[in-house]
C-alpha cells in the first residue's frame, strides 16, 4: 500500500557537456567537481555531504562515494569534466 503520487513534469534530451562551470542540479559526486565556493557563499548554499553504497559485488562487497547536495534543493555552481545536460540544466550521474 506504498504508492507514490507522481506527476509528469517534462522529457529533456541530454548530452555530455565539455569541462566547465555548470549549475548542477540533484546530487554531486564529490570526486567529479571542484565547488565554486564564492558563489556558494553568495547564494547562501547550504550544503550536505553523504556517503552511500556505490556499487555491490557478486560476494555483497560494498563500494562507497561521497556525495554533496544543497539542503533546500537548489542547484550548485561547480566546475567538472562529467556533467550532463540539456534545456538550460545540467546534472552528474552518480
Avoid: C
Avoid at 555530455?16 to 542540479?25: A, R, S
Avoid at 553523504?50 to 556525495?67: G, K, L, N, T, W
Avoid at 562529467?82 to 546534472?91: D, R, S
Wanted: hydrophobic fraction near 40%.
Amino acid at each position: 500500500e506504498m504508492l507514490a503520487d507522481l506527476e509528469y513534469k517534462e522529457t529533456v534530451l541530454i548530452k555530455k557537456l565539455p569541462k566547465g562551470n555548470y549549475v548542477v542540479n540533484g546530487l554531486i559526486r564529490q570526486e567529479y567537481a571542484k565547488l565554486d565556493i564564492q558563489k556558494i557563499y553568495e547564494e547562501n548554499l547550504s550544503l550536505q555531504i553523504i556517503r552511500m553504497p556505490r556499487q555491490v559485488s557478486p560476494d555483497r562487497v560494498f563500494e562507497h562515494a561521497e556525495y554533496l547536495f544543497e539542503m533546500n534543493g537548489r542547484p550548485v555552481p561547480v566546475e567538472t569534466a562529467e556533467a550532463f545536460g540539456g534545456g538550460g540544466k545540467a546534472w552528474l550521474f552518480l
